[in-house]
């Protein structure tokens, strides 16, 4: 045998005994809420194997109760003193927006590099308030929520797992149409690939943020409350646009998430098979029969409406004539419409609509969910981690601490099911097994 085949089988036969080196962590969890839903367990240990759950085990373990490999690495995080459970999962968020005086003057003078780079600090504020996951609802350039996204899963910047819609479909002068009240030149600039009219324009409008590589699809089935439009808050699209919109998108495999606040748009989103509806302000009777029926998520973003109270209240804010009156028009049934919702068996999935409110300020969605949705505390921690893993059609992924799931694991000092604003003040965030935000010493 000649030197070369000598070199080339040794080669070969290193590369098949050469073994993974694993990095193992082992979470010690005083109090322990594996899976929402089920009862807190006391001086629990999380086996985490390369980023996933490997297994829980009763008592704190240590590296000699591991089947450890000779290359492996471990290390042990001491969290006895804290309740731990899955990271959170936000099911509406705008991650490269951010509502403010001006806010509209900054669309034409930012570049998408500078929206990317909002969006990146927008995305660490996030992951640092718990939030592991987000669903990124819409956005109105046409390439920095996608940098974000693909950003934070190469490793460049530190967010949380983010899924996109791209572009929001919306019809022409519409919401989600963000040319409103600019100069035609302007508006060109603006006007993104998400507006159309008519059912061939709508089907092109999908497929198009497919080709960007959509996660989901988002539409606007109603009029908004932050469009400066006096259409109201009713239904925006025609049926048969609706359908092409719901068809084009199914066909290529996404989910569809549809903004709607009026009843009619509600229904006639579900029934053309919206996946959710993002805010449900005025549901009724038949869009409750329909979500149940459609085995469909609500999406109610209570913390929008919270956000923009002050504004509301203040004539010389920066709310237009016609976001005010919409606004008020919302208010009328915003501490009532999640409960009646909650109480006849509607799915709702935690969603804030952070970019109209302060991102990394999610958690008041708990808060908020238990105030004014009804909902205990372990019913609003549910909404925010298996109901939005399931709301994403994620659940084989994500909310919950069982083996083969993400390690996203979050702790706070103190019982939330007791109360459930410590959600707000997160002391330990890890995402797939990385550790982002540590107990202070």
């Not at 809420?33 to 009763?58: F, H």
Request: with cysteine.
């Amino acid at each position: 045998m000649t030197s070369f085949k000598i070199i080339t089988l040794l080669c070969l036969l290193t590369s098949l005994t050469q073994v993974h080196a694993a990095q193992w962590d082992i979470i010690h969890a005083g109090k322990l809420l594996a899976v929402p839903g089920e009862a807190v367990a006391e001086e629990q240990s999380v086996i985490l194997k390369d980023g996933k759950v490997y297994g829980i085990e009763n008592g704190y373990i240590d590296a000699d109760d591991l089947a450890f490999g000779n290359s492996d690495s471990l290390e042990i995080h001491n969290l006895k003193n804290h309740f731990v459970m899955p990271g959170f999962i936000d099911g509406h968020v705008h991650l490269t927006l951010a509502l403010a005086p001006g806010a509209a003057l900054s669309w034409v003078q930012m570049s998408d590099a500078d929206t990317a780079m909002l969006g990146a600090k927008h995305a660490r504020d996030t992951l640092m308030a718990g939030f592991t996951s987000v669903r990124d609802m819409g956005a109105f350039t046409d390439d920095a929520i996608f940098a974000v996204r693909d950003g934070i899963n190469a490793g460049y910047i530190i967010g949380p797992r983010t899924f996109v819609a791209g572009n929001p479909i919306a019809i022409n002068g519409g919401h989600g149409d963000f040319t409103h009240s600019f100069k035609e030149p302007v508006a060109d600039v603006l006007r993104t690939s998400g507006v159309c009219d008519g059912v061939a324009e709508c089907r092109k409008a999908v497929r198009d943020q497919i080709r960007r590589k959509a996660d989901h699809i988002k539409l606007t089935a109603t009029a908004g409350v932050m469009s400066d439009s006096n259409a109201g808050l009713e239904q925006q699209f025609f049926e048969d646009e609706l359908t092409a919109i719901m068809d084009t998108a199914k066909l290529m495999g996404r989910r569809i998430a549809a903004h709607a606040h009026g009843a009619e748009g509600i229904n006639a989103a579900l029934k053309a098979g919206a996946n959710t509806i993002e805010h449900g302000t005025f549901l009724d009777e038949e869009s409750i029969r329909l979500f149940i029926a459609n085995d469909a998520y609500l999406s109610p973003t209570l913390s929008a409406f919270s956000s923009l109270e002050p504004a509301l209240n203040d004539p010389n804010s920066f709310l237009t004539d016609n976001q005010r009156v919409k606004a008020e028009q919302a208010m009328t049934v915003v501490r009532t419409y999640v409960e009646k919702a909650h109480k006849a068996g509607v799915k709702i999935a935690l969603s804030t609509d952070a970019g109209v409110g302060p991102h990394g300020d999610n958690a008041k969605e708990f808060e908020l969910l238990v105030k004014y949705g009804g909902m205990t505390p372990m019913e609003a921690i549910i909404a925010g981690t298996l109901s939005g893993a399931e709301n994403l059609g994620k659940l084989n992924e994500l909310g919950s601490l069982e083996a083969g799931k993400w390690g996203d694991i979050v702790a706070v000092n103190g019982n939330p099911l007791d109360d459930i604003t410590i959600l707000q003040n997160i002391s330990f965030v890890m995402k797939e097994g990385v550790v982002y935000k540590k107990i202070a010493d």
